[in-house]
């Protein structure tokens, strides 16, 4: 009998200590475990913030992410960075928790200050039959971060302090901040307008862009040099702060405008900046592509500001240089001729190679007015120099005449290219031909 007893006695022992591990590998399961979000965030519909900096909806559209920051009920659209969203999922996606604990769902949130999250997200699905995630983090104050999430309601992880800072952004955070969006190689028009200063429209056609306004310039080539530039500028232009509060512009005239057409675009993208009563450090401007106002100090609107000289192609001479067979230099006393020959250059009625004039050649094609060209000489112009070039059948491609002018900068000189106009020019080429082929005892140096 006794032997019966010991044994039901041993039996007894062995289930309470196979239950104790059960239970116990039971819970250590349950407190091992890890697992955080196993949701795909490939279809989410909205992002619902709330935290200390703020609360906004981050909303998904045909044609990328807006935010929507309340102001007077949610009346504040503003586009949003879609890159910046999808790795804001990507986030929360990846976070590892230290360590879970089991038993949440049976009560007790505030043990863990999970019932006023420092942080709450929800997030919601396009499939209409898809639950809603909702997210909670909340600070201990010592460095340790409890979370919970809806999927696991069961379970509370825990985080290191980094994650509030990763997670709780404001919503300037995602905002795009671009004032234009379109392709630098798709622009077909650039047009700039000041009530008080110069404005212009360029349009690009096969051979570049070229003036359809201002009326004097009308047909003349624009520098696409410079256009390129300033259309690469443009694209690049971001707002120095959005303004998330409603503003109402007062009805005056914009102090510029900025409008570019491109692709298949009927309606240009346009830019307006408005001085700011009070606040002469800055600019308002109101964009077609940002949906809210914002504020670019004066130094960033100052450099968009273009006038029709700085974007006008101011070459004097347009030349094929390779056509060119006879170079002709008159100056001071003396008289140069030079032809093309197989090995170079060389001086007439003579054995003698003359190098760098192909050199010449090309900066003739470099050469820009410095200012507005004039219909007549000035008084105080003397001439100096004439240069004709000439093709292999002896007829004429161009002729130049230099003429220096003490009323003018230093450094420049005018130039008259055939029968048209004088053009203010750098008179370092003046200076290296005059070099190169000198006046003589009555000529200027």
Not at 30 to 49: M, Q
Not at 116 to 126: E, N, S, V
Not at 137 to 156: A, E, K, Y
Not at 417 to 423: A, L, P
Request: contains cysteine; charged residues 25%; glycine residues 10%.
């Amino acid at each position: 009998m006794k032997r019966i007893a010991f044994a039901i006695t041993i039996i007894v022992l062995a289930a309470v200590a196979f239950g104790g591990y059960w239970y116990t590998s039971l819970k250590k399961e349950i407190s091992d475990d890890t697992r955080w979000l196993s949701n795909s965030f490939d279809d989410v519909r909205s992002i619902h913030v709330q935290g200390a900096l703020g609360t906004y909806m981050l909303a998904a559209q045909d044609n990328g992410w807006e935010a929507q920051v309340p102001g007077a009920s949610w009346n504040v659209v503003a586009r949003a960075t879609s890159d910046k969203v999808v790795d804001y999922l990507g986030k929360l996606a990846d976070l590892t928790p230290h360590r879970s604990t089991g038993g949440f769902d049976q009560g007790g949130p505030e043990e863990y200050g999970l019932d006023t999250p420092d942080l709450k997200i929800i997030i919601a699905f396009g499939k209409e039959d898809e639950e809603s995630l909702t997210i909670k983090l909340t600070s201990d104050g010592g460095g340790t971060i409890f979370g919970w999430n809806s999927l696991s309601p069961g379970l509370v992880y825990e985080f290191g302090k980094e994650v509030l800072e990763e997670l709780g952004l404001p919503a300037d955070h995602f905002l795009d901040t671009r004032v234009f969006q379109f392709d630098n190689k798709d622009v077909k028009q650039v047009q700039l307008v000041q009530p008080f200063g110069s404005s212009w429209l360029v349009e690009k056609e096969k051979e570049g862009f070229f003036f359809t306004l201002p009326g004097y310039l009308k047909g003349k080539p624009a520098s696409d040099s410079e256009l390129e530039l300033y259309i690469y500028s443009l694209a690049l232009l971001k707002a120095g702060k959005l303004v998330l509060q409603p503003v109402v512009t007062e009805k005056r005239m914009p102090a510029l405008t900025i409008r570019v057409w491109a692709g298949k675009a009927e309606e240009p993208s346009i830019v307006e900046f408005f001085t700011v009563k009070d606040e002469p450090s800055i600019y308002l401007g109101q964009s077609t592509w940002l949906t809210v106002p914002f504020t670019l100090n004066v130094e960033s609107v100052g450099q968009l500001i273009r006038s029709a000289f700085d974007v006008q192609g101011r070459s004097v001479v347009k030349l094929d240089t390779g056509t060119v067979a006879r170079f002709i230099v008159k100056h001071g006393e003396n008289d140069y001729a030079m032809e093309r020959s197989e090995t170079g250059w060389r001086l007439l009625d003579s054995k003698k190679d003359l190098p760098g004039i192909d050199m010449f050649l090309w900066r003739f094609t470099e050469l820009q007015f410095e200012a507005l060209p004039l219909n007549n000489l000035p008084d105080s112009a003397v001439k100096l120099m004439f240069c004709k070039l000439e093709d292999a059948q002896g007829e004429k491609l161009t002729a130049m005449t230099f003429y220096a002018d003490p009323k003018l900068p230093q450094g420049q000189c005018w130039m008259k290219n055939g029968g048209g106009m004088y053009y203010p020019v750098s008179s370092r080429l003046l200076k290296d031909l005059q070099g190169m082929f000198p006046a003589g005892s009555a000529g200027a140096s």
